[in-house]
Structures are given as structure tokens and as C-alpha cells.
């Protein structure tokens, strides 16, 4: 049974595959830059098609783990660390937004993301890098955000 189950899921990556190979997809590192063929990162830096244990086809679980391998001390991104102990406390310390904690928190004013492509990139209700970061398309630039800095903290604090 578990064959036909998978079945659908094989046939659908095949045809994206496909369209992909024959130009009917359009590249991705034309617009993915950092994360390009030109810096040297593949889809498949991060993602593999059988057997990925993340919940996107990732090589780890957790995005904030996906992230981790390269945005660490010895990684390939350590000019940008991404370290727990960065996570902010409001009012108090830290220089990265919390991650790996519940959007929906009124008792910090923070409800989850208005914005449909933040709110579809919580994980499991959390917020994690991809929930502000756009991992795939930089067009709004630095630090690639999905909607503009101005606009960000709006988004989940009114």
C-alpha cells in the first residue's frame, strides 16, 4: 500500500522535474541570489526529493535547522550567524527576532503573520527564518524580507 500512496507524490516531482529541465519552469538562480548556482548552493543544498525528513523536502528537519547549517560560526553564511542565544527578549536583549516560538502570543501583542506568504511559512504555528526571510526570491533585497522592513513588525504586532 505504501507504494501507491507515494506513487502520486513521485510522478508529480518527476513532472516538475521535467518542465523544469525542458524550460518550461524558470530557473531559480536568476533571482535566488545568495542562495544560487552562483554562489555555489543548488536546490539540492537544501533539499532532496526521497527521504527528506523536514516537512519541505529539506535535508534536515526544522527550517530553522536548514538554516543553521550554514548560517553558523563554521559555516558558509557566518558573516550572518543564526544562534539561539541571538534570540531577542523584548525589552531586554538580543539582535535576532525569537524563532522557534509561537506567533500567537498576546501577551506580547504578536498574533500570527497578516500577510499570506509569512502566515504560510509558520511552522507548526511557530515562527521561524522562513516566516520573514524569503528564501527563494530577493526581490525585496536585504535582508530579503517578505514584505518591506517598514512593513515587518506590522505584520504580527498592531
Same mark, same amino acid.
Given at each position: 500500500m505504501k507504494a501507491r500512496k507515494d506513487r502520486p507524490l513521485g510522478r508529480f516531482v518527476s513532472l516538475v522535474v521535467f518542465? $523544469?529541465?525542458v524550460?518550461?519552469?524558470p530557473?531559480? $538562480?536568476a533571482t535566488d541570489y545568495p542562495h544560487?548556482?552562483?554562489n555555489g548552493i543548488q536546490c539540492t543544498s537544501c533539499h532532496r526529493i526521497k527521504g527528506a525528513p523536514g516537512t519541505r523536502l529539506t535535508l534536515? $528537519? $526544522?527550517i530553522v535547522n536548514l538554516c543553521k547549517l550554514c548560517h553558523s560560526p563554521t559555516g558558509s553564511a557566518s558573516r550572518f550567524?543564526?544562534?539561539y542565544g541571538d534570540q531577542g527578549l523584548p525589552g531586554t536583549s538580543g539582535t535576532s527576532h525569537g524563532f522557534e516560538?509561537?506567533?500567537d502570543q498576546p501577551s506580547y501583542g504578536a498574533q500570527p503573520p497578516l500577510d499570506s506568504n509569512m502566515a504560510r511559512n509558520l511552522e507548526d504555528g511557530k515562527v521561524v527564518c522562513s516566516t520573514c526571510h524569503n528564501v527563494h526570491n530577493h526581490r525585496n533585497g536585504f535582508?530579503?524580507?517578505w514584505v518591506s522592513r517598514t512593513l515587518m513588525c506590522q505584520q504580527c504586532h498592531g
Open positions: 518542465l $523544469g529541465v524550460g518550461f519552469i530557473k531559480a $538562480g544560487s548556482p552562483d534536515v $528537519g $526544522g550567524t543564526l544562534d516560538v509561537p506567533a535582508p530579503f524580507l
